[in-house]
């Protein structure tokens, strides 16, 4: 069975001459323009000015040219905190150096110390700190070898160093053959603030 068939009115139609009697309606309502004439060659010529060959300056002789000034690094330019780790006996021995310090004068820093230290502590003095210490020779194949100091673990305190002294630093702890930066500044504390005490 089939259903019935709805007849549907076409949408087209409602549409069908309403174009016309619209555009028809519209017709005068802007104004009438005259299409512009062809531009002719002359009007589309730009003018081109000649452009001058450029000159390369000439360089001053070597006795009128005045040098550039030289920039000097500031003193603290860089400055960080650098960690080292010292044994119990000589963190105290730094901290009771810290405050012997004339009445009205603020504590030393450790990184003052440490300049201090290594004032007055020979680099001959560091370096025989880190030799290995000699053993009595073996009477069999195999010989012991030399003990070298080590650093220990221990207590980290920060030094505020700038670039130049943490270089320096580095250099004197290759120099000298300590195994870290707190070793030798262990050393360097322990051979100013205790010279009579064992060497580590």
Excluded: W
Excluded at 23 to 28: D, Q, R, Y
Excluded at 136 to 154: H, N, V
């Amino acid at each position: 069975m089939s259903e019935p068939q709805i007849d549907r009115p076409s949408l087209a139609d409602a549409f069908k001459g309403s174009g016309n009697g619209r555009a028809a309606s519209l017709g005068g309502l802007l104004p009438k323009t005259t299409r512009p004439a062809e531009p002719t060659p002359a009007d589309t010529a730009v003018a081109v000015e000649p452009v001058a060959a450029r000159r390369k300056p000439t360089p001053k002789p070597a006795a009128e040219r005045t040098p550039a000034p030289r920039r000097v690094p500031a003193q603290h330019e860089g400055v960080q905190n650098v960690a080292v780790y010292l044994e119990p006996d000589i963190l105290a021995l730094v901290r009771a150096a810290k405050t012997r310090t004339a009445a009205g004068e603020p504590d030393k820093t450790y990184d003052e110390l440490l300049v201090d230290a290594l004032d007055h502590i020979p680099t001959e003095r560091l370096t025989a700190a880190f030799a290995g210490t000699p053993t009595a020779p073996s009477g069999g194949p195999l010989q012991r070898r030399a003990r070298r100091a080590r650093g220990s673990g221990g207590i980290q305190i920060q030094l505020r160093l700038d670039g130049d002294q943490r270089r320096a630093l580095d250099e004197l702890t290759a120099d000298a053959g300590a195994p870290s930066r707190s070793a030798l500044v262990a050393t360097a504390y322990r051979l100013h603030l205790a010279p009579h005490d064992r060497e580590s």
